[in-house]
């Protein structure tokens, strides 16, 4: 069964650091999403993806923020300089088209130190 | 992806019993509602989906419902197993752009 893969499962990175995020979603998948979930709360939207460009982020998706579809099978989140409150899970997700459901990838966990 | 949380609202069960989880949604404009399952470590899984045109949709094992005049969402599971021991998200979503907005969860304990 097709699935969303992410890498790495796990990324201890230092204040102040870049991090890319990365994940393959299911090949012939339109839409791609990254969610995040900081531990004991609900998973929150951060940034869609169709056609090359954003379709819509939220609040959180702020300037330290980006994403990139660098070829043809992977999509990628970029923290361009991680602070102590971006630890959470992320979770890459993709869909064929609008309203249809959203598959999720297993999450990278992020922990600032 | 771990969703644990002191605060998580917590539904224990039988094995073999049936199980409710109820969700109340707030965005009367939501053009589909899902459940997604996530079990520790691991990311939301996709169990089902139901349109705002929709009252009932079933699956194997699971029914959703759907009263649009109060705004809440159920999900039924039938004769639970262990392995649906998880934590249970409903999520809504509109069909232009996609996003989609998680309830806070809740967590199933199925007893053996």
């Known amino acids: 069964e097709p699935e969303v893969t992410q890498t790495p499962s796990h990324q201890v990175t230092q204040m102040g650091q870049e991090v890319i995020l990365r994940c393959v979603p299911i090949s012939n998948h339109l839409y791609f999403y990254w969610y995040r979930q900081i531990l004991g709360q609900k998973v929150e939207f951060l940034v869609s993806f169709y056609n090359n460009e954003i379709s819509e982020k939220s609040e959180i998706f702020d300037d330290q923020f980006s994403v990139e579809r660098p070829d043809g099978s992977n999509f990628t989140l970029k923290i361009r300089s991680t602070k102590l409150e971006d630890s959470a899970m992320y979770f890459c997700?993709?869909?064929?088209?609008?309203?249809?459901?959203?598959?999720f990838g297993q999450g990278t966990r992020l922990t600032v130190v | 992806g771990e969703s644990v949380g002191l605060h998580l609202p917590t539904l224990s069960v039988q094995e073999g019993d049936n199980s409710i989880i109820n969700c109340a949604y707030s965005?009367?404009?939501?053009?589909?509602f899902i459940w997604y399952k996530q079990e520790s470590g691991k990311g939301p899984q996709f169990i089902i989906d139901i349109r705002s045109n929709m009252d009932k949709r079933q699956g194997q094992r699971v029914t959703v419902l759907l009263n649009k005049t109060v705004k809440h969402l159920s999900l039924q599971i039938a004769a639970t197993q262990p392995g649906d021991s998880a934590v249970y998200f409903c999520?809504?979503?509109?069909?232009?752009?996609?996003?989609?907005?998680f309830g806070g969860g809740t967590r199933v304990l199925v007893k053996p």
């Open positions: 997700a993709s869909s064929e088209g609008e309203g249809r459901e959203a598959f």
């Open positions: 965005n009367s404009a939501s053009d589909y």
């Open positions: 999520a809504e979503g509109k069909a232009a752009g996609n996003k989609l907005t």
